[in-house]
């Protein structure tokens, strides 16, 4: 259990003493005892939990939490209490997600004792008698179907509350008591020690049994993956009837432990063990700060209390968000000076009042900026700009240089940084570059949030950022400055789960991954002593045994261990080990660090002569060093040290004996050629080379041999395979081929894969683009969208929609890519009401998606920096299209700016009973794809549908527009 309200001197500013919550309302501590333990008024056993408030304004209400369960949406849940009240008064029930999100229930209680049950029939639907957060199955982290049930007292009052219950999946029932519950405290609340320092335990046994207990008292060390590392017996104890106990245990980890781990102690008797866990971690010695990894702070913080977390950890940089307008944020400039004045790197990342509130934002700016004069090394332009609506590269290039003149003006030696844009979105802040941004920017930064950090492959999309940056300004440096994952804010039984595991893991990779394609410093996000629920943090809320002390999370650790391991080492090359690895060398001058993962698959083991083990030396996630025999690769990285040379290393490491039951050899997909032949894209998924025979098992589906060897197919690279129909030709409907691919001294792989594409006709002469299609020639062939297209609708699709149905048409010439649609629906909803160009999805029209070299890995969510999106409507009565993503400089060295696509020759032309659609886009405005024979790229058609109100649905060719996914579009070729 823990106190949702935390240790409020955590919340308050060092340098005023404040906390202020968003409209800036000002809060005082509770209570000392606005949540204790009651031995007088109980349920059952020996003690409740009692509930006190005056119900002061300046107070929130108090309550008790616990750690998160399971739920799942529509699917039934419920939570019981047993509560009585001093006099009557209203209590919340409540099951709480993130961000305030949550589904509760009113309690008016009386004061004799009763249960109360909130009874969820279907969790997320709206449901009488219960308060249902909007957004609850669509805010930050409640995705992960986990939510912290709780208690909270909603007036002034006593409240006393006991016997609390969770079930999924039907109504609560009260459960039996325990005979013996094990509790206690580390003598850390930190919960962390440093190596050579003692730990131990405060052991609390409260027997509640009516007979006699003698049982084994022991414990264990289990690491962070749950494996137990030591046991220690500590011999008998016996408890007499109804006994209470406190004992002191001094725990002894192995000396090579390092990170997050698990005491748990056990007291049993060989019939029942009885239980406890504790959340620990142990650091290495070490005081100088890296400030190659930061970690973002929350607002409300306490620079006093939080600094040392930071030293502690290694962690060198901050990043402070201020904005004066922003009572949570104004006073961070406070705080990044203490930041600042104890020698870490400080950035401090503008709000968006930059652009709204010039005057006086600047003069707020300026008086803050003279009492910051070295304390603060970087000022980062506005935040997420690309996610603004009303900013467009070029108001995001002015704000930049209005924040450079501004800070240069008063600290010279200050370092300005931008875009900051979201999701890694190159095209937007190459956008902000060529608009003049290069000149007044030191960093270019973003936030390279994402599923995966290995599809698409973060580390090669760096590499492309760093051309394009260098297109601008050579060798100007590139910060990846917020990113970061959901995590629980305590731990279920303060045991490390799976879920903590899994999301460090991917931060961690994702790190390691920038690290590898060249960015310079790595901002984690976030720290924070207070936030609730599933959200984003580095950080576990304390709990009443620790002190409300907040402590370091999972990931505070793997980072450690990472900065411990790698130090300054830059990126020297990657070793390939197959696609479903990943492995790179680091080199620190004096020794090079390889680090090395399997993040797909079952897990591996890797194995080294006892000759080349001597030369290595191996440490877990957490740093911990550990042995070379049967080394286990899995989703968390392990680092490898060597004096070796970066090549020695290498070829070291790959003649290590790779034992991986489940490692795909190959990958096999059809690729259109023309409207009679295609190839076989064979992929080598292992790290070396391979040899394979491929055959067409489809009978006369090809002319000649249906079968051909290849051989020497380096490690993770492909090889298309050419074969001829013998009849039937390809279009855009899709046909199935079976494929069987035969590797030496495996079994035969078999796949069906389909084949489909649009081939596209060249016109004779240049296309008129005025909405009469007379012009276009007989061989571009229409394609229909109706109904078996529809991907998506709203509640208010009626049957006028089911009557939509759409004939699309491309061309091409050398000019101009064509695109042409009828669209047979009666009436057309026009953006008039759009408050900007990027709403237009919103009303009818078309979306247009090119994969422009055709690089779309199969599960790679998310556009690529080769990729265009185009919305296609009417804004303001006039037709528009719209750039939403473009193609990066680096692969034609041009830049094609996202907003209004004013080169792009667009007419639509409304009749009454369709509306008619007529494109003709430019070279540039799809470069790198070519206007010429025989071009190949993917492309996404989908169609909007708006009735007057909203959009209502829309038809999509083929999946994958929608959800980002560009693989699952269909190919696109041109004739001659």
């Excluded at 959901?486 to 893991?505: H, K, W, Y």
């Excluded at 620190?588 to 030396?617: E, M, N, S």
């Excluded at 790229?937 to 959800?963: A, C, F, H, Q």
Aim: aromatic letters at 10%; proline letters at 5%; charged letters at 25%.
């Amino acid at each position: 259990m823990y106190n949702p309200s935390v240790r409020f001197e955590y919340l308050e500013y060092a340098h005023n003493g404040e906390f202020r919550d968003w409209l800036g309302k000002r809060y005082v501590a509770p209570a000392k005892d606005a949540v204790a333990l009651d031995s007088e008024v109980k349920h059952s056993g020996k003690y409740s939990f009692r509930i006190q408030w005056d119900g002061a304004a300046n107070n929130w209400s108090p309550g008790i939490s616990f750690a998160p369960v399971a739920v799942k949406p529509q699917t039934t849940v419920a939570m019981s209490a047993w509560i009585k009240a001093e006099k009557p008064a209203t209590v919340r029930m409540a099951l709480a997600t993130s961000g305030g999100t949550s589904i509760s229930k009113a309690f008016r209680v009386d004061t004799e004792w009763k249960r109360y049950e909130m009874f969820i029939p279907s969790w997320g639907e709206p449901t009488p008698g219960l308060s249902v957060s909007p957004r609850i199955l669509t805010e930050q982290g409640t995705e992960f179907n986990l939510a912290c049930p709780g208690v909270v007292l909603a007036e002034a009052g006593k409240i006393w509350v006991d016997d609390v219950v969770y079930f999924f999946g039907g109504h609560t029932k009260d459960q039996p008591l325990d005979s013996i519950y094990l509790s206690g405290k580390l003598n850390h609340d930190n919960s962390y020690y440093f190596t050579g320092e003692p730990i131990t335990l405060d052991l609390h046994f409260n027997h509640l049994g009516k007979e006699g207990f003698t049982g084994n008292l022991s414990y264990e060390i289990r690491d962070f993956l749950g494996k137990t590392i030591a046991v220690k017996a500590l011999g008998k104890r016996s408890f007499s009837p109804n006994e209470e106990r406190d004992e002191t245990v001094t725990v002894v980890p192995p000396s090579d432990l390092r990170g997050a781990f698990n005491i748990v102690v056990n007291l049993e008797n060989g019939e029942k063990k009885h239980s406890a866990a504790f959340y620990a971690g142990i650091l290495e010695k070490n005081d100088k700060l890296m400030p190659r990894i930061g970690v973002e702070l929350s607002s409300n913080q306490n620079s006093r209390l939080i600094i040392p977390y930071y030293k502690d950890f290694r962690i060198g940089a901050a990043r402070i968000y201020w904005q004066f307008d922003v009572p949570l944020a104004k006073e961070n400039f406070e705080v990044a000076r203490d930041f600042g004045r104890a020698g870490i790197k400080v950035i401090l990342s503008s709000g968006s009042a930059i652009k709204t509130n010039q005057e006086t934002h600047l003069k707020e700016l300026k008086e803050n900026l003279r009492k910051s004069i070295g304390l603060i090394e970087i000022y980062e332009s506005t935040n997420e700009s690309n996610l603004i609506p009303s900013f467009t590269p070029q108001s995001n290039a002015d704000m930049i240089r209005l924040l450079h003149d501004t800070v240069k003006a008063i600290d010279p030696a200050a370092k300005i940084a931008g875009p900051a844009s979201c999701h890694t979105d190159l095209p937007w802040t190459e956008n902000v570059l060529a608009a003049g941004a290069w000149k007044y920017l030191d960093i270019v930064t973003e936030h390279p949030y994402r599923n995966s950090p290995e599809i698409p492959d973060y580390a090669q999309e760096v590499e492309t950022w760093r051309k394009v940056i260098d297109k601008y300004k050579p060798g100007m440096p590139h910060h990846a400055t917020e990113a970061g994952r959901c995590q629980e804010s305590v731990l279920p039984g303060n045991m490390i789960d799976d879920f903590s595991r899994r999301q460090t893991a991917l931060d961690i990779r994702n790190i390691i991954q920038a690290f590898a394609g060249g960015v310079e410093r790595y901002m984690q996000f976030i720290l924070s002593a207070w936030h609730p629920g599933i959200t984003y943090n580095v950080m576990f809320r304390g709990n009443l045994a620790n002190n409300r002390t907040p402590v370091p999370g999972l990931t505070m650790y793997a980072i450690r261990a990472l900065l411990d391991r790698l130090e300054d080492a830059k990126i020297n090359r990657k070793v390939k080990f197959g696609s479903a690895y990943r492995c790179y060398i680091f080199d620190h001058g004096d020794k090079r660090t390889a680090v090395i993962w399997k993040w797909d698959g079952k897990p591996a083991t890797l194995d080294f002569k006892k000759d080349d083990a001597q030369k290595l030396a191996f440490y877990d996630f957490m740093g911990t060093r550990i042995h070379a025999n049967g080394m286990e690769l899995n989703e968390f990285p392990v680092y490898i040290d060597s004096t070796l040379s970066a090549a020695e290393l290498e070829r070291l490491l790959l003649r290590g004996n790779l034992s991986d039951s489940s490692q795909k050899k190959i990958a096999v997909a059809c690729d259109p050629v023309s409207e009679t032949a295609f190839g076989v894209k064979v992929r080598n998924l292992t790290g070396k080379p391979l040899d394979c025979t491929v055959t067409v098992e489809t009978a006369g589906l090809v002319k000649g041999k249906n079968s051909v060897r290849i051989t020497g197919i380096p490690g993770e690279t492909e090889k298309i395979i050419p074969f001829e129909l013998n009849s039937a030709k390809i279009d855009n409907t899709e046909k199935s081929v079976r494929i069987s691919v035969q590797t030496p001294g495996s079994e035969k792989i078999t796949s069906d894969v389909k084949l489909s594409a649009l081939f596209v006709s060249k016109a004779p002469v240049r296309l008129t683009i005025d909405g009469d299609l007379s012009d276009w020639p007989e061989t571009a062939k229409a394609i229909r969208l109706d109904g078996k297209n529809v991907r998506w609708k709203a509640k208010s699709w009626s049957a006028k929609e089911d009557a939509v149905c759409a004939d699309i048409r491309f061309a091409w010439d050398y000019d101009f890519l064509y695109f042409s649609a009828v669209v047979h629906k009666p009436d057309f909803f026009g953006a008039s009401g759009a408050k900007n160009l990027r709403q237009l999805f919103l009303f009818d029209g078309f979306q247009l998606g090119f994969d422009t070299t055709k690089n779309a890995l199969p599960r790679a969510k998310g556009l690529g920096d080769d990729d265009f999106e185009y919305d296609l409507g009417m804004f303001e009565n006039k037709p528009l299209v719209y750039r939403r993503k473009s193609s990066a400089s680096v692969y034609d060295s041009l830049s094609k700016a996202v907003g209004a696509a004013d080169e792009v020759l667009f007419a639509l032309k409304q009749y009454p009973d369709r509306t008619v659609y007529e494109a003709a886009f430019p070279r540039r405005a799809v470069s790198p794809f070519k206007l010429q024979p025989g071009s190949a790229m993917k492309t996404g058609v989908l169609l909007n549908l708006n009735n007057g109100k909203e959009r209502v649905g829309y038809l999509e060719l083929t999946d994958g527009l929608s959800d980002k996914y560009p693989a699952k579009w269909i190919d696109f070729i041109l004739l001659p």
